[in-house]
């Protein structure tokens, strides 16, 4: 529906190659948590081991799309430390979080604590929210507890789910911090390499486990549906208002609800689709009104 809304907004052939571009890049991410539950929860390879090699590929993936377009990597920038130990930390909840989630909650929790920890970021920041804002940002917080609620038909393992609530803070304090990139890509493509060496410390001593299956689910997970993903998204950005960019990464998580069910198997229950509704819902009505700049006087 978001999409085809976007569609009905750009008709012509320009507005249906980026309407496809858009849809690709949504299908990309909401395959990230596919792609990292099949691994992890068949048993092909360890959360820490997953984490690794999928930094590792999108690094690589995205240097080299750096160095095609003839750029070079900003790897000294005052941000560029926080931003990879951000986004390290994203990676290490994101991976572990999928030992006991199914993918599609797992991607709903990302999604509802990213969105609201930069809503009320926003709000503490520069904005005065709206009552429509306040009003869809509480609908979405308590359908995010209704899928972090555990129990029969409600779903969430509690340590998985505290472990994606610690991925989503991680991705939202990356993205406020990337914010004033002037290249995000080629800052993305830098905060993946210094990822390696942060997490190759951080996960010292774990007992890393490979195979070849899970290698290579870490290395479609990092270096096409994370690298190639990101590229393509920051390429149609630019060309999104700035409502419709927030609008359409609403179906990031039903994509995955629905893959999981399709590719996984897991189940939809009644519980998770009445959080998804309210999640994705209240973000989209909020990210559909306007705020009022707040007096600093």
Request: proline share 5%.
């Amino acid at each position: 529906m978001l999409l085809l809304a976007l569609c009905r907004r750009t008709a012509k052939p320009k507005g249906m190659r980026l309407l496809f571009l858009t849809t690709v890049t949504m299908i990309a991410f909401a395959a990230n948590s596919i792609l990292t539950r099949m691994a992890i929860e068949g048993g092909h390879i360890d959360p820490s081991g997953f984490a690794l090699v999928r930094v590792v590929s999108g690094a690589l993936v995205l240097g080299m799309i750096i160095s095609l377009r003839g750029g070079g990597l900003p790897l000294l920038r005052p941000n560029r430390i926080p931003g990879a130990v951000s986004l390290s930390v994203y990676l290490i909840g994101f991976s572990l979080a999928y030992l006991t989630l199914d993918a599609g909650l797992g991607a709903l929790i990302l999604f509802g604590v990213v969105q609201i920890t930069m809503f009320a970021y926003g709000a503490w920041q520069s904005d005065v929210p709206s009552m429509r804002q306040l009003a869809g940002g509480s609908i979405a917080f308590i359908g995010l507890l209704i899928a972090l609620w555990p129990g029969p038909g409600g779903g969430a393992d509690i340590t998985g789910a505290l472990l994606m609530v610690f991925a989503g803070l991680g991705w939202a304090a990356y993205t406020i911090i990337g914010r004033t990139a002037v290249d995000p890509l080629a800052a993305t493509s830098a905060n993946f390499l210094l990822c390696v060496p942060i997490l190759l410390v951080l996960l010292a001593g774990t007992g890393l486990r490979f195979s070849a299956t899970g290698i290579a689910l870490g290395i479609l997970c990092g270096g096409l549906t994370s690298g190639l993903g990101y590229a393509l998204w920051y390429t149609v950005l630019p060309k999104l208002a700035g409502a419709t960019a927030g609008i359409v990464q609403l179906s990031v998580p039903v994509i995955a609800i629905l893959l999981g069910a399709v590719l996984l198997g897991e189940t939809i229950s009644p519980l998770v689709v009445l959080a998804t509704l309210m999640v994705v819902g209240g973000i989209g009505w909020s990210v559909s009104a306007r705020s009022s700049p707040a007096d600093r006087t």
